[in-house]
């Protein structure tokens, strides 16, 4: 077994306690803006900026460090329109057959249906798929371990580093997924976890009249 390697944690920077209210309230405020968006523009967004939300999610906490992910990144319209496809299939067997009455009844004041033009309109499609295992060079399976986890706090991460950078976000799971690893020529290791169609909303993008709860309907403080 490996002995643990520790090196000082120098990266840490402390703030003036007013300091600390005041960014806290900035971002607070900021975030308060994201909004799932639907109507996407096909503007292109340079990939560097992709790139560098990429890596702010590779930061997430994780499992073991096991870092049990893969992020890929579609651009290419063919490829985009074979998903679109794939996905409309899964989401239209959803919509007539497979989704209960109440699930329908709660989708209903979102406006959403089976049809899924931005797939194809927006300029990128991430597409984060989570390890069960890892593949050594030498062929053998090595665990991985809190995968859901670990993947939705990179995921989240991800999609406030996009809203950061001024792009907008859509989470979008059709079930099953099984058709994204066929696509995209994924390994058997990998499950698709979340497509995350990112770019510029479009200039006439409406978002559904929704409220989030307040802080004393999902927090409790013990003191």
């Known amino acids: 077994m490996l002995k643990p390697k520790f090196i000082p944690y120098s990266q840490y920077h402390e703030y003036p306690l007013e300091e600390m209210k005041e960014r806290s309230k900035e971002f607070m405020r ?22 560098n939300c990429l890596k702010a999610a590779a930061t997430a906490p994780n499992g073991a460090n096991r870092q049990p ?12 329109k074979k998903i679109r496809i794939a996905a ?12 209960p009455a109440d699930w329908l009844a709660a989708l209903a004041p979102l406006g959403t249906n089976e049809e899924k033009p931005f797939l194809e309109e927006a300029p990128f499609l991430i597409i984060i798929f989570s390890q069960s ?7 053998r399976k090595l665990k991985n371990y809190y995968v859901q986890e670990s993947i939705g706090i990179a995921a989240g991460i991800l999609i ?16 099953p997924m099984k058709f994204l690893n066929k696509i995209l020529n ?28 307040e802080l004393s309907e999902i927090a409790d403080f013990i003191d």
């Open 30 to 51: 900021n975030i308060q803006k994201r909004r799932t968006v639907r109507d996407f523009s096909d503007r292109p967004v340079p990939q560097e900026i992709i790139k």
């Open 69 to 80: 992910w893969h992020f890929v990144v579609v651009s290419n319209r063919a490829i985009k």
């Open 88 to 99: 409309e299939k899964e989401e239209l067997e959803f919509y007539a057959h497979r989704a």
């Open 133 to 139: 295992y890892e593949v050594t060079p030498d062929g």
């Open 160 to 175: 406030t580093a996009l809203h950061h950078a001024g792009l907008a976000t859509l989470t979008h799971t059709p079930a």
């Open 186 to 213: 994924r390994p058997p290791n990998e499950k698709p976890f979340l497509i995350l169609v990112v770019g510029y909303p479009a200039k006439d993008a409406r978002v559904p009249a929704i409220r989030k709860k």
